[in-house]
Structures are given as structure tokens and as C-alpha cells.
């Protein structure tokens, strides 16, 4: 343990066994700010939901992971599982997490997040003849970014560029947020027409941040809305174009506009250089001349299943004074997580990425496809109930009709900063396997 636990005293007069049901806060009133922390069998760690300021997070624990203590007493058990827990070094809280508990409204009550910063996280065993255990990490605890919570609704930052020329800001613009753009498309009329009846021209709300990294969201509707990369002097111009190859801009007399947006000492100076490698060769890992860039996608599809080595995710994260040297406190300094979906309709779901090495100043994490894999397993489903959910199952394009596939969309972050696919949206990948196996949940 890195930080002393507090030792409750254990009454052993009344008896309730707890699981992991979930009971206690529903969460009404939260909506956006209820996240589930489950410690796994298998010693995983996974993260539903956002955790945020304001919100709550359920622990869902194995006990399996922590068996130092056991024993029964009286037909019930006489040990408990505790979960200790701390923000920024606050005050430390107890749960109830598992076995013996001295009274039924101790079982599934919630963290509840106070403020925004680091939550650590670490697990105690005990049991009446005086056994104790940890999960703890190894000593390190288990840590998760509590972010900020959003601003009220109504009072989001939006930049609004109306129609008799001008700009306005409403609300704080912050690294690692959103900005809403609303611009009046009267107010840039040079390049406009049609195509076979339709509209043929767009609008284009560029964004250039001080590091150089330069994105565009489409404002044609008059609205979009851009993920805030980078603290700092923004700059910002409109572009119009047409199918003609017009161009026009909407820049101040080409000087730009400009944003201050307030920095995240947290945030990294950059992300990037992202490829999948699928491919049966090594080179101590994935070799350099079979990446591919995230921005083309990837078909993870039967060879890779059966004969590929490498499978695999990469990006590299820089940030000045912790990616630049051998790191031993890289796991605390970045908090990394991908983000994914197999279905347009269905939540994410999140998972941390693990750290792969150093590249010059970089650190490249690594991601098995494995893991945002939905339709994993080469065995034939036998029953509806072993289909699986949140996921839109589709035929491809292959003649044969021999495979089917799944399409998942995922994107990244470091620290609460996303990475994705440029003003393209979130990265998109395509899973593959034998269409014959899910014969059961395509009837």
C-alpha cells in the first residue's frame, strides 16, 4: 500500500452477504456522469462510462481476485472485502465490496465523486480471526482521471460568427473540451451552385493550434463542433468551396481569428503518428514497413485470426519532462484509453492501453486488436444467447458470402485529450470471421 488504509472494526453480530448486484444509487439525475469500475477475474481493470466531478462510480469486484482470507462463522462467512478510496490525496473512504457485511444498506453503495482530479482505488481483505490482505496494485493503487464536469446545459463555449460580420465568444474554452462553431453561411456567399438538383458547395471552420496541428469541422448547416486539442492562441478561419473548384475565405483580411483556450497542465503536447499492424513477420514487435496509418482503417479478418503474429494498434504520445526519458511513473503521469463501439446505437465501451516503448522522445502504446475485437472466438454459436450484443452484425462483400463482419468505430485518449480521425470523426475498423459461425444470429 502507498497510503495507509483505515481499519474498521468489524462487528460479527449480524450477518449479509453481498455480490455484485448493483444496488443502492440508481443514478437518476446523473445522466452522463454514472460510470462502473469492475475488477476482473482475470485481473483486468475495466472502466464503463466517464467518471466525472459531480457523478458516481459503482465497483464491481471479483472476489476471486483476493482470497488471503476465508473462513466461515455461524453458516456465514466471516470475512469482508473492503474497497478504500481516495481523491488527490483527500480524506480516505471505505465499501463494502464483498463477503460478511454488518448491515444490508452497506452492499453497493457507489463512489461518489466530489471533485474532479485522481482517484486511487485499492482493496483490502480481512477476516475475524485477524487475516489481511491487499490488492493494491502492487502497492501503486488503482488510478482513474475524474474530469471536470461539463458546464451547466445552455452555457457550453460556443464561438458564433453572425451574419452582419464579427465574432463572439460565449462560455471558457478549455483544453481537452468541445467547441461548438455556429456560423450564419450568408456572411460567405463567393462560391455556391448545384449539382444535378442538388446543393454543390460546403463551408469549412478551420482550427490552427499553436503547435501547427491544423483541423477543420463543416459548418454548412451553420453548426459544428471541434474537439479543443492544444491550450493557448487558436486561430481560426472559414472556408467556402463549391464543385467548380471556387474557393473563398472568410479570415479577417486573411489575419485569422483568434480563441485563447486555457491549457491543461495534464495534457500532452501531442499524439499521433498512428498505424494497425497485421502482418505474420516480427521485428522485436511489429516491423516498421508493414505499418499502416489508422487514417486508411484495417480488416481484421481470418488471416489475421489464424496466422498473423502481430495485431496490433500503435500511436505515440510527447510530452515535454515524461515521454523523454525512461519513466518509471509513465502509468501515472499519462492515463491512456481507447474508446469503441461495434454498432452506432451502443455506448462506448473503454479499456486502458498499455505502454509499448519509447521512440525518441515519444512513448508508443500499443493496442491488441483483441481487445475491441466483438465477434472473437472461432467457435460455431449454438444458441441465440452466445450472439453477440451491442454489435451490427453484416454480410461482406465477399462473393462467397463465406464471412461475416463487424465495424468498430474507436478512438483514443491521453489524459482526458482525444485522438482521432481528424475532422473525419473516430477511427473505423473492420473485424472479420467464418459467416457459418453465426448461422444462429443472422436468422
Same mark, same amino acid.
Given at each position: 500500500m502507498r497510503f495507509a488504509a483505515l481499519l474498521l472494526s468489524l462487528s460479527w453480530v449480524a450477518c449479509a452477504t453481498g455480490g455484485d448486484e448493483l444496488v443502492g444509487s440508481e443514478g437518476f439525475g446523473l445522466e452522463g456522469r454514472v460510470a462502473t469500475l469492475e475488477f476482473t477475474g482475470d485481473y483486468r481493470t475495466v472502466v464503463d462510462g466517464e467518471l466525472v466531478a459531480g457523478g458516481i462510480a459503482h465497483v464491481v469486484y471479483d472476489a476471486s481476485r483476493l482470497t488471503t482470507c476465508r473462513g466461515d462463522l455461524n453458516g456465514g462467512p466471516a470475512w469482508t472485502i473492503q474497497a478504500h478510496y481516495r481523491i488527490d490525496d483527500g480524506d480516505v473512504h471505505t465499501l463494502h465490496v464483498a463477503g460478511f457485511a454488518s448491515a444490508p444498506d452497506q452492499i453497493g453503495l457507489p463512489i461518489e465523486l466530489?471533485?474532479?482530479?485522481?482517484? /486511487?482505488?485499492?482493496? /483490502?481483505?480481512?477476516?475475524?480471526?485477524? !487475516?489481511?490482505?491487499?490488492?493494491? *496494485?502492487?502497492?501503486?493503487?488503482?488510478?482513474?482521471?475524474? *474530469?471536470?464536469?461539463? #458546464?451547466?446545459?445552455?452555457?457550453?463555449?460556443?464561438?458564433?460568427?453572425?451574419?452582419?460580420?464579427?465574432?463572439?465568444?460565449? &462560455?471558457?474554452?478549455?483544453?481537452?473540451?468541445?467547441?461548438?462553431?455556429?456560423?450564419?453561411?450568408?456572411?460567405?456567399?463567393? !462560391?455556391? &451552385?448545384?449539382?444535378?438538383?442538388? /446543393?454543390?458547395?460546403?463551408l469549412l471552420a478551420w482550427f490552427r493550434f499553436p503547435s501547427g496541428r491544423t483541423v477543420s469541422v463543416p459548418v454548412t448547416t451553420g453548426r459544428g463542433v471541434v474537439d479543443l486539442y492544444e491550450g493557448g492562441e487558436v486561430e481560426v478561419w472559414i472556408e467556402n468551396q463549391n464543385y467548380a473548384g471556387c474557393r473563398a475565405w472568410d479570415s479577417l483580411g486573411g489575419a485569422n481569428y483568434r480563441l485563447t483556450v486555457e491549457a491543461d497542465p495534464r495534457a500532452p503536447g501531442w499524439i499521433g503518428n498512428g498505424a494497425s499492424v497485421i502482418n505474420r513477420m516480427t521485428c522485436d514487435g511489429p516491423c516498421d514497413q508493414h505499418r499502416v496509418a489508422l487514417s486508411e482503417g484495417f480488416t481484421h479478418g481470418t488471416y489475421a485470426r489464424q496466422r498473423a503474429a502481430i495485431r496490433g494498434i500503435y500511436f505515440d504520445v510527447w510530452k515535454e519532462?515524461?515521454?523523454?526519458?525512461?519513466?518509471?511513473?509513465?502509468?501515472?503521469?499519462?492515463?491512456?484509453?481507447?474508446?469503441?463501439? #461495434?454498432?452506432?446505437?451502443a455506448p462506448f465501451q473503454s479499456a486502458y492501453v498499455d505502454f509499448f516503448r519509447r521512440v525518441g522522445n515519444d512513448a508508443r502504446y500499443q493496442l491488441p486488436m483483441s481487445v475491441i475485437d466483438p465477434i472473437g472466438g472461432s467457435y460455431r454459436r449454438t444458441d441465440p444467447s452466445q450472439c453477440p450484443t451491442n454489435v451490427d452484425l453484416l454480410t461482406s462483400g465477399d462473393p462467397?458470402?463465406?464471412?461475416? #463482419?463487424?465495424?468498430? /468505430?474507436?478512438?483514443?485518449?491521453?489524459? &482526458?485529450?482525444?485522438?482521432?480521425?481528424?475532422?473525419?470523426?473516430?477511427?473505423?475498423?473492420?473485424f472479420e470471421e467464418y459467416r457459418d459461425l453465426f448461422s444462429v444470429c443472422l436468422d
Open positions: 466530489t471533485e474532479a482530479g485522481e482517484l /486511487e482505488v485499492w482493496f /483490502e481483505n480481512t477476516s475475524v480471526w485477524g !487475516c489481511q490482505g491487499w490488492d493494491s *496494485a502492487f502497492g501503486e493503487n488503482y488510478r482513474f482521471p475524474i *474530469a471536470a464536469a461539463p #458546464a451547466p446545459e445552455g452555457t457550453d463555449p460556443v464561438v458564433r460568427f453572425p451574419a452582419e460580420g464579427g465574432f463572439s465568444v460565449e &462560455g471558457t474554452l478549455r483544453q481537452a473540451g468541445q467547441l461548438t462553431v455556429e456560423y450564419d453561411p450568408s456572411r460567405l456567399t463567393t !462560391c455556391r &451552385g448545384t449539382y444535378h438538383g442538388g /446543393e454543390a458547395w460546403s519532462g515524461v515521454t523523454d526519458f525512461d519513466n518509471a511513473n509513465l502509468w501515472a503521469d499519462l492515463d491512456v484509453q481507447v474508446h469503441f463501439r #461495434a454498432s452506432p446505437s462467397s458470402n463465406a464471412y461475416v #463482419a463487424a465495424r468498430v /468505430e474507436y478512438y483514443f485518449t491521453v489524459n &482526458g485529450v482525444p485522438y482521432r480521425n481528424g475532422d473525419r470523426g473516430n477511427f473505423v475498423g473492420t
